[in-house]
């Protein structure tokens, strides 16, 4: 399907939307006119048909479609980044169209592109390539020409722009169900509220409370919804096709421009890369943040270098097979498998992107661009939190500080059941002074019996007991949380300590404790 009819059936799927709304809204219009000399019953209908008719007006008349938002990126020139910009006029003159205006760095393992298109798409206007650093990170530059050279296959099939016109109807569709499924929960909240004020009322008569159900409440703004939900579904359908072609066109420029192997081995990098990265800043970026603590500047996204070299034999492993994914009759991109098989089944070319340097050495100072992006991509909050030295000081500083949270109830009921300052003698003592299920923070409630309510308690009382004397060891530099980047940090104590200590922690809260294998063990370093 060329442009032109392409253009054309977006616009179609767009005035499908307006259609319906019309067609709804005189649905009301016609039952408010057969329900007319009916009395009360008839103003009735009249109200709530005004209700529903007004998040359908303002879906269809009232709501702008959203405006280009300047990504949360820095913004490189041509001065800044020469090797970077040269790279994107080449594969624009390349792929026969004109390069964008703008280059935006962002932290996602994504490279897209976009248009500022004016008339709903019909003129051209302002261009903007996004690319991803972590992406940078994680490819070659061979890869990275490849994933450029995808995108702008987009600029020269016209994609960006007629993308405007396919946005606004979706958009409209959303919105619209959006209104009207909100003003559905918001009777639904109003009437289960107003059923839960009556019911305490029940109660405090002593009356047994009756259950909940808001039951037909906000049902009309449901029904009206919808028609919406299912024009949107038929939507994606009529579009699903054309998108997923221009996917499979897109990839053949990249092959044709930077090569078979590169091009597969970057469709199948780029999941990796993303599951790798959401990894990292789960487990690493934002280890420190309830400890009040970032990594070095620069590294809240450039250590993801350190997680890739060091679990690349994972990743090697990894990569000879291709990423699973559900299929949906709506998914706009086809499944990377094919896309892979695809590329796979063209003549072999003899381009290898074998020794390849890495896409970041694209950049003029990439430490410095990592830096930069903190500036704007992190959140007025994160950006006053503490750094630290370096990662193994991370690591450390904030476990040390979950451990020495999580025994402070421990320390916090010593103090307020047999004085001291909360100090690990003082939780001995009183555990010597038979205070142990009294030193839980909270009654275990859910303990189908007494022995499993005492063992609930033993074993939080020893889970905060261990942390209290872990951190006295870290102060006494006995002890210290290692960083590792193929698993979890580990805790090193002096040799012997480790079994020496579980067994200790064991006698100090049995139902008779003794905590003097305990205090042997930390007598030294008192």
Known sequence: MGATLRAVRALVLLAGFYLLGFALLGGLAALDWAVAGHGSAALKIWVISALVAIPIVKGMFALRPPEDEEPDGIRVTEDQEPALWALVRSLAEQTGTRAPDEIYLVPEVNAAVSEESRLLGLRPGKRRLLVGLPLLTGLDEAQLTSVLAHE???????????????????????????????????????????QEKKQAARVAKGKKAREVDAGAAGLTYRLAAL?????????????????????????????RIAGRDATASALREIPLLS??????????????ARAGLLPPRGEVFGGLRHLLAARSAELDELRRGVPEEDPSPYDTHPPIADRVARIEQLPEDGRSHDGARPALALLTDAGRSLAE???????????????????????HTSLTRYAAASAEPLAQAA??????????????????????????????????SAHEHRDGVRDQVRGALQALTVGHLEAHGQARWELSWTEAATLRLPEGYEAALDTALDAAVADTPDTRPLRHLLAPRY
């Not at 599951?275 to 420190?288: I, P, V």
């Open 152 to 194: 702008f296959g987009h600029y020269s099939n016209h994609d960006t722009r007629l993308s405007a016109i396919t946005r606004r109807g979706w958009t409209q569709v959303v919105r619209t169900v959006a209104a009207l499924q909100e003003r559905s929960n918001k009777k639904r909240s109003a009437e289960e509220a107003k």
């Open 227 to 255: 028609p919406f939900k299912g024009y949107g579904h038929l939507y994606l359908r009529a579009t699903r096709g054309t998108m997923r072609r221009q996917e499979y066109a897109a990839d053949l420029a990249a092959a």
């Open 275 to 288: 599951s790798a990265f959401g990894f990292y800043m789960d487990s690493y970026a934002t280890l420190g």
């Open 373 to 395: 992006l903190e500036d704007v991509a992190l959140t007025p909050e994160a950006r006053k939190l503490e750094r630290a030295a370096d990662w193994p000081a991370l690591v």
């Open 415 to 448: 103090r307020d059941l047999h004085g001291g300052d909360g100090s690990l003698p003082k939780v001995l003592d009183a555990l010597d002074a038979g205070l142990l299920h009294r030193l839980a923070s909270s009654d275990d409630t859910d303990a189908s």
